[in-house]
Nanobody, 121 residues
Framework: QVQLVESGGGLVQPGGSLRLSCAAS????????MGWFRQAPGKEREFVAA????????YYVNSVKGRSTISRDSGKNTVYLLMDSLKPEDTAVYFC??????????????WGQGTQVTVSS
C-alpha cells in the first residue's frame, strides 16, 4: 500500500513558476513509477509527466514539454514537478500517482488527493 500526499499548489501569475511535491509512504518508493496528472474544470484528467523508479527515464505530455521537469528524491520518498512559464491553461487540480510498471499503458495503482494550481493575473 502506498499513500501519496501532494503539496505546493497555489495561485501564480502567468509566466511564473511553481514546484509541486508528492510525499509517498512506504519503503518501496524506489520501485514505483511516479506520475503527475491534472484535471481542469469540465475536462477529463490528463497525463502530465512520469518518472521511472530509478529516476533515469522521464516523459511528458507535449503541452508541458520543455517547461516542466519531473524529478524524485528516494531519500525523501518524494517526487517533484517543477513548472515554468505557467499559462492560464495550466490551471487544474494536479494529482500524483504511483504504479509498479514502467510501461506508459499500465494503469496507476495509487493516487493522491490533489493540489490546486491556479494561473491568473
Amino acid at each position: 500500500q502506498v499513500q501519496l500526499v501532494e503539496s505546493g499548489g497555489g495561485l501564480v501569475q502567468p509566466g511564473g513558476s511553481l514546484r509541486l511535491s508528492c510525499a509517498a509512504s512506504g519503503r518501496t518508493f524506489r520501485l514505483y513509477t511516479m506520475g503527475w496528472f491534472r484535471q481542469a474544470p469540465g475536462k477529463e484528467r490528463e497525463f502530465v509527466a512520469a518518472i521511472s523508479g530509478s529516476g533515469k527515464s522521464t516523459y511528458y505530455v507535449n503541452s508541458v514539454k520543455g517547461r516542466s521537469t519531473i524529478s524524485r528524491d528516494s531519500g525523501k520518498n518524494t517526487v517533484y514537478l517543477l513548472m515554468d512559464s505557467l499559462k492560464p491553461e495550466d490551471t487544474a487540480v494536479y494529482f500524483c500517482a504511483a504504479k509498479a510498471a514502467w510501461a506508459p499503458s499500465a494503469p496507476y495503482d495509487y493516487w493522491g488527493q490533489g493540489t490546486q494550481v491556479t494561473v491568473s493575473s
